[in-house]
């Protein structure tokens, strides 16, 4: 497994994450203040949901589903989650959450759904035990270390064989988070890493071509390709990064003091002008509308 790292603060808040990706998985691990994810103003996917299941491991902070019945979660706890809950599926949410701390910390691990053993549906307590605590507190605190991707590759599959142990997982679930992705795709994502480590999406086809060395055509087939492989939330590149920057400006604004124009320079809108539109062209509020309402939402 490959992993990115970033750290980026806006104002006072701040947020240091790792995304690490195989052939048929992908994981998160991921500690924020200041900062709150609010689904209900994140478009949903335009796509069908990937055939993956995520154990979600929230060590630190607070986690709240919106339904006519609340479902709350509350660090240190685990539970399971569909693709389809997290990010929906073909343009509509079955469910919404919001997650916050001070700070959040949590880690996401998105299988095979083949290879998670507890049941899928509402999301309900795991049977985590202090062993398993232990490992994903190792493997979250590799975001402090030099070096955390080379970490994470150990500290991951260790976390693997507890989840494992306590029959959440197979016992073959390392074996999937050690597949790797072919070359191509490889290089792609590693000319993206200088973009992800400032959470900045605006990077365009030209620029990657510079940075991989290979044909504006040839890096968009690559491109392509990711984002079907990793179950990314649209059917193109153009689809899948406007997905993810409305995700991080939705995230950012939730900043005390950040103003849109602020947010809008980080994701790499440019300008509050430009970020109103996407918003608008998603079916969202103008920004400093969702601003209001994400800031003034209480779990």
Known sequence: MQFLSARVAIEEA??????????????????????ALDT??????????ADRTCVYLLLRGRWVQHNVCERAFEGPSGFILTEEQLEGANGL?????RSEG???A?????LPTGHVLAPRGVPTRLPMDERAWSAASAALAALDEESPA???SERIPRLLHELGRLAITTAYAPEAIAKAIPPALARVLEAMARYVERMDLGGTLKDLETATGTSQRQVARDIE??????GLAGLSWRLASRHLRIKIAVLLLSADH???????????????DAMTRAFRNAGLAAPSIVQREVRGASS
């Open 150 to 152: 080379a970490l994470l």
């Open 225 to 230: 390709s990711a984002v079907r492989m990793l």
């Open 40 to 49: 209900r103003f994140v478009p949903a996917a335009e796509t069908d949901a």
């Open 93 to 97: 949410r079955s469910c919404t959450f």
């Open 106 to 110: 949590s880690i996401e691990l998105h």
């Open 14 to 35: 701040r947020i240091k994450f790792a995304f690490g990706y195989a052939r048929d998985a992908w994981v998160q691990v991921e500690e924020r203040a200041g900062l």
């Open 102 to 104: 001070a700070p959040l």
């Open 258 to 272: 950040a103003t849109v124009a602020e947010v809008a320079r980080m994701v790499g809108w440019g300008s509050a």
